[in-house]
């Protein structure tokens, strides 16, 4: 099924409503070149830029980026400032692109530890924009996974401790609807680039049944092609969620 509404031209079945990405590889790209590390994050801000454009195009539902992990406030506190500002700037020149094309912009994560600048512009244009219909880009910054389940059971245990929850009528949706990502489907891809074989702390209860994909591109370098490829090879598969075949 093509449509001429779809501008990439890709089969519109099966396509994944919910890609899921772990930004890997600004380092190693920036010392490939020489270069300092902060010149492959200002790098990686427009490879941001060209996948959410993509990710519209499309006709995907939701991109969640992996831009800033609660483990990163250990990385040196240069690299940590360059990054709080390539955030700053990202939110101030994308923001009429976003509201052109009718982007939904949400935010994961411990939002009060960024400078109050960042936490300003994120409340200003996740409300600007919380009527949107198009693509929901929904950004994990100062994420980290298992402090996502952890607020998710202090929220609830204050509910039970309040009588509006009873422990015995709790199942995984309770779960679900507590975390960061609440009212949000799961994802159906997570794609990894720079080549490591691991979650990094990434939504660890979201991604149960998602389907995973491992690029040796370092983010930096991942462009529309690439990634068209991947929704591709993601349509080829079959997902079984633990059951047999049909
Ligand atoms: C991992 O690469 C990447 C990050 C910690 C930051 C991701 C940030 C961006 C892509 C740019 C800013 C984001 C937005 C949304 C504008 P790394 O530094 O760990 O790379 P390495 O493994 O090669 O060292």
Redesign the pocket.
Known sequence: MKSDNNPESIDLSKLPRHVAII???????AKKKLKN?VE??KK??D??RNIVTASGNVGINILT?Y??STE?WERPRTEVKA?MK??EN?FISERDNIIKNKVKLQVIGQVWRLPKNVQNLIRELTDTTKENTGLILN?AISYGGREDILSAFKKIIKKIKLDKLKPEEMNEETISSHLYTAGLADPDLLIRT?GAMRVSNFLLWQIAYSELYISKT??PDFNKEEFLEIIEDFRLRERRFGRVSK
Do not use: E, K, T
């Not at 930004?23 to 190693?28: L, V």
């Open positions: 930004m890997d590889g600004n380092g190693r790209w590390r492959g994050h990686g801000a490879a941001v980026l831009a800033f990163n990054l390539l955030l990202f950004l720079g370092l983010w």
